[in-house]
């Protein structure tokens, strides 16, 4: 059976295909439109998944989709009935719905001559979170949550993962959200673009939790492990939030209320600078979650008395919180694949229709290479095409067809300094990039970072940069050892050995790390090898290849952000190219 899955008309569209329970192909359109969290239908990256599955669309059985407008119904019409929120709310919200149910028109349009024959099957968008986690981890019972915005009414759901089933046993109901308590105090302090969140977890080391007092009157715990908003604080609830995906990116509409200002002060524009007062606000946001976050996993483990939790939707991308379960919570294992936020719903969508059908479980996601490739041939005509352009650069072009070779060589920049554009095999599956779209370099220069910021990235100076390490080397590294293969926990860096890693020792202490092993990304395994057996550090600067825009997909992509930045190599598959 083939089962082609989608997040369409969202933050992060994307497509994945599953053939009889094995994933072939995952891809976000934002890699293929160049457009950060594009939005809409995944016409691009449904084109891809049929081209690496071999397949035509009349050949797919099943079309799953991450939304059910069914879902959660009851809950809806007492929301109506009681609340009575704004006409224009109510109309937005059967707009979006109409835009999932015209899907097939829509494929019709893309895939012209085609004759599809596939049911297309909504599947709500917590039970698509949840079997993204559980259905594609390494447990085979469970503790399943997932966080995040809102998805069919919900903003969370909880439950119990066994064998190929999944039962959720509870749900926190719109319009109650840790998601949006997070966006909405993300944008008070002046990050207004869909999935700033991440430049408040990263700026929070740097202030003290003096308001976390303030926050719990915005957020209240609940005895069953739940939470809920003091909805004063907020607008979401009442009228409708501007959502505008027209020009491809999410763009969202204000959601608090003058009231968070009274309660926090003044809010920040983008343009003011960051005062401490700011980072202090940072620091309580990222403990009240992690308060309301570890309150829920507690009841979970008391109620069920599981070692395993395996976490999904768009706050299982707070890395921070989840390297603490382990510390915050009894539960010792920890489950998070690459793609935990929405784009993770076109896996999660289609595993749950497998399994739906009678499908077993024969498949685990311990690697994130699940995007297009390119060959050698590819890389030699296009370096063919762009020789002009690459010699006026005064760059030189080598090939080295052995890869301990290229390793070796590789390394030895990083050693010396240099900025590498790390290009390999298959497209990473998800928003880090894992050692296929990278940019590496020395974490032992405590200057890299003003390197980095100043050559390409030119990001805030407080985010962090992330170490990928040698999985084998990870307990003589950090205070604790556990495959983090995703980049999606944080732990802190044993204190004896952050004076050795400046570059990727945060200001707490802590890093982001990524585990690897040889069985995952063999070539990315060398690479970390070489660098180690010149410097005696077992691991390396990873992040992702871009500048200021999706993380490169193709060729033509990495050459073209080399060229503009001063990147001082490009490494294409086992092209060389080098300033000089």
Known sequence: MIILGLNAFHGDASAAIVRDGVLIAAVEEERFRRVKHWAGFPSESIRYCLAEAGVSLDQVDRIAVNQDSRANLGGKLRYLVSERPSLSLVLDRVRNRSSREGIPELLAKEFPGSKPRAEIEHVEHHLAHLSSAFHVGPFEDSVVVSVDGFGDFASAAWGVGHGANIEIEGRVLFPHS?????????????????GDEYKVMGLAPYGTPTHLDKLRKVVALKPD????????????????????????????GELFSPALEQLLGPRRAPSDPLEQRHKDIARSTQAMYEEAFFHLLN?????????????????????????????MTPFRNVYVQSAAGDAGGAIG???????????????????????????????????????????AAGCEVETIADEAELCRRTATAMSEGKVVGWFQGR???GPRALGNRSIVCDPRRADMKDILNAKIKRRESFRPFAPSVMSEAVPEWFDEDDEVPFMMQVYQIREDKRAQIPAVTHVD??????????????????????????TG????????????????????????????????????????????
């Open 178 to 194: 840790l998601g949006i308590f997070y966006q909405a105090v993300t944008q008070y302090l002046g990050f207004p673009h869909y």
């Open 225 to 252: 492990g739940g939470f809920e908003l003091d909805l004063s604080y907020f607008r979401h609830h009442k009228e409708k939030i501007a959502f505008d995906w027209s020009g491809g990116s999410p763009e969202f």
């Open 299 to 327: 009841a979970l483990h008391a109620r069920h008395e599981l070692p395993n939790i395996s976490l999904a939707g768009g706050c299982a991308a707070n890395s921070v919180a989840n390297g603490k379960v382990r510390r």
């Open 349 to 391: 969508a289609a595993y749950a229709v497998w399994h739906k059908q009678g499908g077993k479980r024969s498949f685990v996601m311990d690697h994130a290479s699940w995007g297009p490739q390119f060959g050698p041939d590819y890389v030699s005509a296009l370096l063919e095409r762009e020789s002009a352009r690459v010699a």
């Open 427 to 429: 497209l990473e599956w």
């Open 509 to 534: 202490g802590s890093g982001r790390l990524q585990t690897v092993r040889k069985t995952a990304n063999s070539r990315y395994h060398a690479l970390i090898s070489a660098f180690r057996d010149i």
């Open 537 to 580: 550090v077992p691991m390396i600067l990873n992040t992702s290849f871009n500048e200021n825009e999706p993380v490169v997909c193709k060729p033509e992509e990495a050459l073209d952000c080399f060229l503009r930045t001063n990147m001082d190599v490009l490494v294409l598959g086992n092209t060389i190219v080098r300033r000089v």
